[in-house]
């Protein structure tokens, strides 16, 4: 447990100290995929969603959940966020829904939980829009497509499968 971040020299969770660091500018973008059964994928199609547009309350939802990522995640630090967009977008092709949550911030930690969050919280919302109509909706695929700033520098999903 010595090398473990989280955690005290005595085994205890511990908020990692990031008092000394200096700020930089942070970027992250995660997405998340709900695949459609063939009713909801129709009344999306026709507006037919009874509570009204579950893709705007989706987006609602998913910058409300990036911001309360620190209730939500142990240790998780609290930092203030420059933006957080959110967008869901009908994929035809595939009978789903995709959502992106991007997050910004210039701070001493990062915003990839932020971002996650944001895209995990917007797909549940939207899962509650339309479970009326039927509850097999799949939410499945969440991760981080890329970040920036911080010691790390930038990564990108596609760069780990040597794709960019």
């Given at each position: 447990?010595?090398?473990w971040s989280h955690?005290?020299?005595?085994?205890?969770?511990?908020?990692v100290d990031?008092?000394?660091?200096?700020?930089?500018?942070?970027?992250?973008?995660?997405?998340v995929?709900?695949?459609?059964?063939?009713?909801?994928y129709r009344?999306?199609?026709?507006g037919?969603i009874?509570?009204g547009d579950p893709?705007?309350?989706?987006?609602?939802?998913g910058?409300m959940?990036?911001?309360?990522?620190?209730?939500?995640?142990?240790?998780?630090?609290?930092?203030?966020?420059?933006?957080?967009?959110?967008?869901?977008e009908?994929d035809c092709?595939?009978?789903?829904?995709?959502?992106?949550?991007a997050?910004a911030?210039?701070?001493?930690t990062g915003?990839?939980?932020?971002?996650?969050?944001?895209?995990a919280?917007?797909?549940l919302a939207?899962?509650?829009m339309?479970?009326?109509?039927?509850?097999?909706m799949i939410?499945?695929g969440?991760?981080l497509?890329?970040k920036?700033?911080?010691?790390?520098?930038?990564?990108?999903?596609?760069a780990?499968k040597g794709?960019?």
């Open positions: 447990m010595a090398d955690f005290d020299a005595s085994g205890r969770p511990a908020m990031v008092g000394q660091k200096a700020p930089t500018q942070r970027r992250a973008v995660a997405e995929w709900i695949d459609l059964p063939d009713a909801i009344a999306l199609g026709e037919g009874a509570k893709g705007a309350v989706a987006e609602i939802a910058i959940g990036a911001k309360r990522t620190p209730d939500l995640i142990p240790l998780c630090h609290n930092i203030r966020l420059d933006s957080v967009g959110v967008k869901c009908l092709g595939r009978k789903a829904v995709r959502i992106e949550c997050a911030a210039m701070d001493v915003v990839e939980m932020e971002a996650l969050t944001g895209a919280v917007a797909a939207f899962y509650d339309c479970k009326a109509l039927d509850k097999g939410i499945s969440l991760r497509l890329e920036s700033g911080g010691k790390s520098g930038t990564w990108r999903a596609d780990e794709e960019i």
